[in-house]
Protein backbone atom coordinates (compact mmCIF):
# COMPACT_ATOMS: atom_id res chain seq x y z
CA UNK A 1 0.00 0.00 0.00
CA UNK A 2 0.77 3.43 -0.60
CA UNK A 3 0.55 6.47 1.79
CA UNK A 4 1.02 9.77 1.54
CA UNK A 5 1.41 12.04 4.82
CA UNK A 6 0.99 16.09 4.86
CA UNK A 7 2.71 18.02 7.60
CA UNK A 8 3.47 21.93 8.12
CA UNK A 9 -0.21 23.88 8.58
CA UNK A 10 -0.93 25.84 11.76
CA UNK A 11 -2.35 29.44 12.11
CA UNK A 12 -0.41 32.56 10.47
CA UNK A 13 -1.46 35.58 10.27
CA UNK A 14 -2.32 37.75 7.09
CA UNK A 15 0.47 38.03 5.10
CA UNK A 16 2.63 35.57 6.03
CA UNK A 17 3.89 32.39 5.32
CA UNK A 18 3.90 28.41 5.75
CA UNK A 19 5.00 25.55 3.87
CA UNK A 20 3.83 22.31 3.52
CA UNK A 21 5.53 19.36 3.00
CA UNK A 22 3.77 16.20 1.63
CA UNK A 23 5.26 12.27 1.12
CA UNK A 24 4.31 9.42 -0.18
CA UNK A 25 5.78 6.23 0.36
CA UNK A 26 5.39 2.64 0.14
CA UNK A 27 5.64 0.21 -3.27
CA UNK A 28 5.80 2.83 -5.50
CA UNK A 29 7.48 2.29 -9.44
CA UNK A 30 6.72 5.53 -10.95
CA UNK A 31 4.55 8.97 -9.81
CA UNK A 32 3.09 10.79 -12.12
CA UNK A 33 2.10 13.89 -10.60
CA UNK A 34 1.82 15.08 -7.01
CA UNK A 35 -0.41 18.49 -5.90
CA UNK A 36 -2.05 19.70 -3.28
CA UNK A 37 -5.59 20.14 -3.14
CA UNK A 38 -7.95 22.39 -0.46
CA UNK A 39 -11.42 22.80 1.39
CA UNK A 40 -12.67 25.36 3.06
CA UNK A 41 -15.75 24.99 5.48
CA UNK A 42 -19.06 25.10 3.24
CA UNK A 43 -16.90 24.56 -0.02
CA UNK A 44 -16.19 21.53 -2.85
CA UNK A 45 -12.28 20.07 -2.18
CA UNK A 46 -10.40 22.60 -5.06
CA UNK A 47 -6.83 22.29 -7.06
CA UNK A 48 -4.47 24.64 -5.73
CA UNK A 49 -1.16 23.28 -7.80
CA UNK A 50 -0.16 20.37 -9.20
CA UNK A 51 3.18 19.55 -11.29
CA UNK A 52 3.41 16.39 -13.45
CA UNK A 53 6.69 14.90 -13.42
CA UNK A 54 8.70 16.63 -16.22
CA UNK A 55 6.21 19.48 -16.43
CA UNK A 56 5.25 22.48 -15.56
CA UNK A 57 3.32 23.95 -12.73
CA UNK A 58 -0.41 23.97 -12.71
CA UNK A 59 -2.11 26.81 -10.28
CA UNK A 60 -5.44 27.30 -9.35
CA UNK A 61 -5.84 31.73 -10.20
CA UNK A 62 -6.38 32.39 -6.86
CA UNK A 63 -2.62 31.71 -6.08
CA UNK A 64 -0.54 32.40 -9.20
CA UNK A 65 2.55 34.63 -8.32
CA UNK A 66 1.45 33.91 -4.30
CA UNK A 67 2.31 30.05 -4.37
CA UNK A 68 5.19 27.87 -4.95
CA UNK A 69 4.92 24.16 -5.57
CA UNK A 70 7.93 21.59 -5.87
CA UNK A 71 8.49 18.41 -6.04
CA UNK A 72 11.90 16.05 -4.98
CA UNK A 73 11.01 13.23 -7.25
CA UNK A 74 13.64 11.34 -5.95
CA UNK A 75 11.95 11.10 -2.12
CA UNK A 76 8.67 11.15 -4.15
CA UNK A 77 8.04 14.46 -1.76
CA UNK A 78 6.14 17.79 -2.65
CA UNK A 79 6.17 20.86 -0.85
CA UNK A 80 4.16 23.98 -1.18
CA UNK A 81 5.47 27.68 -0.50
CA UNK A 82 2.60 29.67 0.06
CA UNK A 83 3.80 32.89 1.17
CA UNK A 84 1.35 36.39 1.45
CA UNK A 85 -0.98 34.11 3.09
CA UNK A 86 -5.01 35.33 2.97
CA UNK A 87 -7.78 34.97 5.13
CA UNK A 88 -9.77 32.83 2.34
CA UNK A 89 -6.56 30.69 1.62
CA UNK A 90 -8.07 28.89 5.14
CA UNK A 91 -8.71 25.13 4.16
CA UNK A 92 -8.41 21.84 5.34
CA UNK A 93 -4.97 21.21 2.31
CA UNK A 94 -5.01 17.90 1.11
CA UNK A 95 -1.66 15.96 -0.88
CA UNK A 96 -2.46 13.70 -4.10
CA UNK A 97 -0.40 11.62 -5.27
CA UNK A 98 -0.92 9.74 -8.95
CA UNK A 99 1.43 6.77 -9.04
CA UNK A 100 1.43 3.14 -10.50
CA UNK A 101 2.73 0.35 -8.12
CA UNK A 102 4.30 -1.91 -10.81
CA UNK A 103 5.26 -0.94 -14.82
CA UNK A 104 2.54 -2.89 -15.77
CA UNK A 105 0.01 -1.26 -13.25
CA UNK A 106 -2.72 1.25 -13.96
CA UNK A 107 -1.69 4.51 -12.16
CA UNK A 108 -3.98 5.32 -9.29
CA UNK A 109 -4.43 7.89 -6.91
CA UNK A 110 -3.89 8.46 -2.76
CA UNK A 111 -5.33 11.37 -1.16
CA UNK A 112 -3.82 12.14 2.23
CA UNK A 113 -5.39 12.65 5.71
CA UNK A 114 -4.87 16.68 4.83
CA UNK A 115 -3.42 19.46 7.07
CA UNK A 116 -5.20 22.71 7.90
CA UNK A 117 -4.30 25.88 7.14
CA UNK A 118 -5.74 28.89 9.46
CA UNK A 119 -4.57 32.90 7.87
CA UNK A 120 -6.16 35.41 10.70
CA UNK A 121 -7.58 38.75 9.48
Known amino acids: QVQVVESGGGLVQAGGSLRLSCAAS????????MGWYRQAPGKQRELVAA???????NYADSVKGRFTISRDNAKNTVYLQMNNLKPEDTAVYYC???????????????WGQGTLVTVSS
Open 96 to 110: NANYRGTWYAKYVEV
Open 26 to 33: GTIFSVNS
Open 51 to 57: LATGGSP
